[in-house]
């Protein structure tokens, strides 16, 4: 009787470590490997988004950067060749001229002058001027011989994307938005530029100043 009820046991035994093992090696059900891909879906939608908006947000910095780095080279530049320029009454080839004008409501100074640049040598025709586009404003210069008429001379892209270029000459103890030497008879004391740059953020405005420094015949 022993034996057999032994027999009985083992027998009992392998049958639930046959049916233990059985569900150890079944593989995955249809149900437990779509929650698994919806699981995963929504994790690689998380990092992606993620990537997507550091992405962009790098890029749009590295454009901020780029057209904040053009507008000051471009307003150091003029300061520069403001402080440099020359005018001498009897020669009205070195007139000083300042233009008050807009575009549609924003700022679009015009400006010429003689000047010794850096660009080429001896005494240079300078001028600036703006012209509307569909991104905004776009700043021009010319520059020339000092005989060369600003029509003949060839016109070089500063910047775009511009809301404002503004420039205005100190005039006793308030500011003027023209100048023109024939009328007044001298240089401004003082000059204050300013250009306001299209962002994706908003306008971002960068002034200077400049003083001509040259004050008499050389």
């Known amino acids: 009787m022993s034996s057999s009820s032994g027999r009985v046991g083992s027998r009992a035994v392998e049958h639930d470590a046959g049916i233990a093992a059985s569900r150890a090696c079944r593989g995955f059900t249809l149900l437990e490997i779509l929650v698994s891909l919806a699981i995963l879906s929504v994790v690689l939608a998380a990092v992606y988004s993620t990537f997507f908006l550091a992405r962009r947000a790098v890029d749009g910095m590295d454009d901020t950067?780029?057209?904040?780095?053009?507008?000051?080279?471009a307003l150091d530049i003029l300061r520069c060749e403001v402080e440099a320029s020359f005018y001498e009454a009897a020669d009205k080839s070195t007139a000083w001229r300042v233009k008050d004008r807009d575009y549609y409501g924003k700022s679009a100074s015009s400006l010429r002058f003689a000047t010794f640049s850096a660009l080429r040598p001896g005494l240079s025709l300078v001028s600036y001027?703006?012209?509307?586009?569909?991104?905004?404003?776009?700043?021009?210069?010319?520059?020339?011989?000092?005989?060369?008429?600003?029509?003949?001379?060839?016109?070089?892209?500063?910047?775009?994307?511009?809301?404002a270029f503004s420039i205005e000459a100190k005039y006793q103890d308030g500011w003027v938005r023209t100048w023109d030497t024939d009328i007044i008879g001298r240089v401004p004391e003082e000059v204050r530029i300013s250009i306001a740059v299209k962002l994706r953020s908003g306008v971002v405005v960068l002034a200077d100043r400049a003083m001509p420094r040259i004050k008499g015949p050389i």
């Open 65 to 73: 950067l780029v057209k904040l780095q053009e507008a000051r080279r």
């Open 129 to 163: 001027y703006v012209e509307g586009a569909d991104d905004g404003l776009r700043l021009f210069k010319k520059i020339g011989p000092l005989r060369l008429t600003e029509e003949d001379a060839e016109a070089v892209e500063v910047i775009d994307r511009l809301d």
